[in-house]
């Protein structure tokens, strides 16, 4: 495909839709690049940082904020899908188990789907709700690369600390990525690392 990082984010990425229900799921076939996570580990924000558009998907302080999967379509090169966060404790149940299933489906049946990113906030590392989807994901042989996120908050030796250790609990994951990648979406830090990674997983395929 040619990309580059200087023009992967050319046209601009727009809002396609948010998904509520399967049977919503685009049908257009374009690769997909999904970002998940616990609720609040800053997936929003790490999709506006990395396609530098301010305002693309909606941050909140409030956990829970994404509520539906978002699409956002980059021409007619790939889309990027924000997922809602798992492992809000707060929210009803009824809801949380809707918004699980709606997760669990899409990421174990969407052939398109290229990667996803799994996003881990650099400052508790992977927690059993992550393992659980980490699970899922291994079972269901769906390739995913672990992303830290908030690294800002953390000093150069903690993340030291951080990356050793989810690198070293990745190796027991069939379908996870080695390379743990790091980010601030304040400070946009990790943003071109990013930016390749997305580039190989789309031009891989
Ligand atoms: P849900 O949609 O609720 O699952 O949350 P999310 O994972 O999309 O997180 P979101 O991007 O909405 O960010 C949650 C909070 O973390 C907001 O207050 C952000 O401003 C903050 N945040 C996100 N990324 C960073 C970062 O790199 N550094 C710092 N310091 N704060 C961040
Ligand atoms: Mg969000």
């Not at 506006?48 to 305002?55: H, I």
């Not at 707060?90 to 990667?115: E, F, H, S």
């Amino acid at each position: 495909m040619g990309l580059n990082i200087n023009t992967l984010f050319t046209p601009v990425p727009e809002f396609l839709l948010g998904v509520v229900d399967e049977k919503q799921l685009p049908t257009s076939g374009f690769p997909e690049i999904a970002f998940a996570g616990r609720s609040n580990v800053g997936k929003s924000s790490l999709i506006n940082a990395v396609t530098g558009v301010k305002g693309l998907a909606r941050v909140s302080s409030t956990p829970g904020r994404t509520q539906q999967l978002n699409f956002f379509g980059v021409g007619d090169k790939f889309n990027l899908v924000d997922l809602p966060g798992y492992g809000y404790a707060k929210a009803p149940k009824a809801m949380v188990d809707n918004w699980t299933d709606l997760i669990l489906r899409y990421l174990k049946g969407r052939a398109q789907l290229k990667r996803v990113f799994l996003l881990i906030d650099s400052r508790h590392g992977i927690k059993p709700v992550d393992e659980n989807v980490m699970q899922v994901l291994d079972t269901a042989a769906v390739l995913y690369q672990l992303v830290l996120t908030k690294t800002d908050k953390i000093s150069g030796a903690e993340l030291e600390k951080i990356l050793a250790d989810t690198r070293q609990k990745s190796t027991q994951h069939t379908a996870c990525f080695p390379e743990i990648l790091a980010t601030s979406s304040e400070k946009k830090q990790g943003l071109d690392t990013l930016k390749k990674a997305i580039i190989q997983t789309l031009e891989v395929f």
